[in-house]
C-alpha cells in the first residue's frame, strides 16, 4: 500500500512540475510603436514549445492521458480554449500560461485543425 501511495505521489509531482511555470528567462520582445499605440507581438508556437510539449507530446499529438492539441481548432473554440488555459481542466492545472501570451496561444491553437 505504501508503495503504490509513493508511486502515485511521485508521479503526481513528475506531472505538475512538466506542466508547470510559464515563466522564460528570455527578455520580452520591446513594444513597437505604433500611431501612439504600444503593442508587443507575442510567438505563440514558442510559447506553446515552452509549456506544452511536455505533457501533450513535441508535435502536440496527445500523450497518454493528455489530449492532442494538433486539431483543438476542430473541437474547441478560440474562448473555450482560453477557458482551459485560465481556468485548467482535468490534470492541467490553471494559469499555465496568462495574459497577451494565453490569448495568442488560444488563437494559435484554434486555427489548429
Same mark, same amino acid.
Not at 58 to 81: H, K, M, T, Y
Not at 102 to 110: I, M, N, P, Q, R
Given at each position: 500500500?505504501?508503495?503504490? #501511495?509513493?508511486?502515485?505521489?511521485?508521479?503526481?509531482? #513528475?506531472?505538475? @512540475? =512538466?506542466? +508547470? +511555470?510559464?515563466?522564460?528567462?528570455?527578455?520580452?520582445?520591446?513594444?513597437?510603436?505604433? %500611431?501612439?499605440?504600444?503593442?508587443?507581438? $507575442? /510567438?505563440?508556437? *514558442?510559447? $506553446?514549445? *515552452?509549456?506544452?510539449?511536455?505533457?501533450?507530446?513535441?508535435?502536440?499529438? @496527445?500523450? %497518454?492521458?493528455?489530449?492532442?492539441? /494538433? /486539431?483543438? %481548432?476542430?473541437?474547441?473554440? *478560440?474562448?473555450?480554449? #482560453?477557458? $482551459?488555459?485560465?481556468? +485548467? *481542466? +482535468?490534470?492541467?492545472?490553471?494559469?499555465?500560461?496568462? @495574459? /497577451?501570451?494565453?490569448?495568442? $496561444? =488560444?488563437?494559435? #491553437?484554434?486555427?489548429?485543425?
Amino acid at each position: 500500500m505504501k508503495k503504490q #501511495l509513493m508511486a502515485m505521489l511521485f508521479g503526481a509531482t #513528475l506531472i505538475l @512540475g =512538466a506542466c +508547470g +511555470g510559464g515563466e522564460t528567462t528570455e527578455p520580452e520582445e520591446a513594444p513597437a510603436e505604433n %500611431g501612439g499605440e504600444e503593442t508587443a507581438e $507575442v /510567438d505563440a508556437e *514558442q510559447v $506553446v514549445q *515552452q509549456n506544452c510539449i511536455s505533457c501533450h507530446g513535441e508535435n502536440l499529438e @496527445g500523450a %497518454g492521458n493528455f489530449p492532442a492539441l /494538433d /486539431d483543438v %481548432g476542430s473541437r474547441l473554440s *478560440q474562448e473555450e480554449i #482560453l477557458s $482551459v488555459i485560465e481556468n +485548467g *481542466q +482535468g490534470a492541467m492545472p490553471p494559469n499555465i500560461i496568462e @495574459g /497577451d501570451e494565453a490569448t495568442a $496561444v =488560444a488563437e494559435y #491553437l484554434a486555427n489548429m485543425k
